[in-house]
């Protein structure tokens, strides 16, 4: 998706004034002599920190453990210097990986296109040995604050407005989620715009894996509301031709996330999102940017030191103008010892050394060593107005199950004969209400337990 010679490369990191051999940073890099700088290891701990209170059980049934860990990494030096780095998830590298770093300088990393986690490490490296913050090794500040959006997943209308109130009370402006074929979309926008404060702007998901004819209409009444913001991925990439009529017929800002980034060159949607893009690959994005005159902006699922690289980032991205993602809001915690705060839907750039933020080795240990959640049993109840109502298990830390609530094929594969899903045709428009059943809120819980472990319980 992001190919390009190293030509074109150099072309579009010119475009922005991002140049990998400034010549003031090389006297500078000279006249500090950290050419003896070597990485001597890479260690790393995953960290399991507590989700905030009001949605930690929807975020935990809905994508399971695998979100909620992080694993933080330290690349280590023949010196004191440490480097940050971090990804989402239980991460971890090759003995041959490593290798491949160990005896190199982290400024032999400049640019590199593969593995954001050590892309923080080796900038946060760079900066600390330079004594300037990491954007100075990206190019010329454009910005000191950047726009960042808060996060969740698809729940209940109820849910949603709620997810609103909080994102809005914790100083963001924006709300980004997926959306997902067990609620109404329509039904989710109308709630959130009861309670959205002016200028708070909802940006969705739509999984690029709709048609132009189903989703057209869903976007036309989708637009009554002011609280639409943004639509990411509305059809199938490969219709460049539909998003271009998208865009000419709807006011509605159109992204495209899983497709090439030319989609810019040829204008065929407003903006571009790079999701958890080494730096390598956001420079290329950010010279595209510029070039073309339309916005992008970056997702990097993370906490606190994920989050400080993006701003680094952002920093220097002239074209990064959309609200960008990181789930740093998620956690009621973080490893470091400070954590950035959102005011007016933006947060500071840090002013380094390196990354500007500082390990509290305290509570890597303590999160490191937190006991993971369990899996509780619970059941999701589809239904369908006038039509079927169908409950099945949802268990995300099954096999290709960790997504399975946005797609009614993947959630109801082996559990309906011939998986042929019941009711109308999966959409994100139906007449559909959902909910989650479990001991605590439904009375008849046990017997669909056992009645469900033979697959979905549909009735008419």
């Known amino acids: 998706m ?29 006249a500090a002599g950290v050419e003896k700088l070597r990485i001597t290891g890479i260690t790393w701990k995953q960290v399991l920190v507590p989700y905030q209170e009001f949605n930690r059980q929807a975020l935990f049934r809905y994508h399971g453990v695998s979100l909620q860990l992080r694993t933080i990494f330290q690349v280590r030096t023949n010196s004191d210097l440490v480097g940050l780095g971090e990804s ?35 900038y946060d490296l760079m900066g600390k040995s330079l004594a300037l ?7 010329p ?5 950047i726009p960042v959006a808060a996060w969740t997943v698809s729940r209940s209308p109820d849910a949603m407005a709620e997810e609103v109130r909080q994102a809005a009370g914790r100083g963001y402006r924006w709300l980004k989620y997926h959306i997902d074929e067990i609620h109404n979309v329509v039904d989710q926008t109308r709630a959130m715009q009861k309670v959205a404060p002016p200028g708070f702007r909802v940006h969705y998901d739509f999984n690029a894996n709709g ?24 059809i199938q990439t490969s219709d460049r031709d539909g998003y271009r009529k998208l865009i000419a017929e709807s006011d509605l800002e159109m992204l495209v996330h899983h497709g090439p980034v030319n989609y810019l060159v040829d204008r065929a949607c407003d903006g571009y999102m790079a999701g958890h893009a080494p730096v390598g690959h956001a420079i290329v994005v950010a010279g595209v940017s510029e070039q073309s005159g339309l916005p992008f902006m970056l997702q990097q699922a993370g906490g606190q030191i994920n989050q400080a690289f993006l701003a680094h980032e952002v920093a220097v991205f002239r074209g990064a103008t959309i609200d960008h993602v990181n789930l740093a809001h998620l956690w009621v915690d973080d490893v470091t010892t400070t954590r950035a705060k959102v005011r007016n839907g ?5 002013k380094g050394p390196g990354l500007g933020l500082v390990l509290d080795p305290g509570k890597l240990e303590k999160y490191a060593r937190a006991p993971r959640p369990k899996y509780r049993p619970f059941l999701v109840r589809i239904r369908y107005r006038g039509g079927p ?51 605590d809120n439904f009375g008849e819980f046990d017997r669909l337990w056992k009645a469900t472990a033979r697959g979905a319980v549909v009735t008419r």
């Open 2 to 30: 992001f190919a390009m010679s190293r030509r074109e490369f150099l072309a579009a990191t010119a475009a922005t004034g991002l140049s990998l051999l400034d010549p003031g940073l090389r006297r500078r890099v000279d």
């Open 88 to 122: 989402w998830g239980a991460s971890s590298f090759s003995d041959q990986e490593v290798a491949a770093y160990v005896g190199t300088s982290p400024f032999e990393w400049l640019g590199a296109r593969k593995h954001l986690s050590l892309n923080m490490a080796m």
């Open 389 to 439: 109502t169908i409950i099945v298990r949802h268990d995300p830390h099954k096999p290709g199950k960790v997504d399975a609530m946005r797609f009614l094929d993947r959630m109801l594969k082996g559990q309906v004969p011939g998986d042929r899903i019941p009711g109308p045709t999966p959409g994100y428009n139906n007449a559909v209400q959902s909910d989650l059943l479990d001991r």
């Open 141 to 145: 500040r454009v910005r000191t604050r």
């Open 133 to 139: 913050p990491a954007w100075r090794l990206l190019g």
């Open 211 to 234: 048609e132009l004819e189903t989703i057209a209409p869903i976007l036309k009444e989708m637009a009554r509301f002011p609280v639409v913001g943004r639509i990411e991925d509305p």
């Open 346 to 350: 933006t947060i500071p750039v840090p």
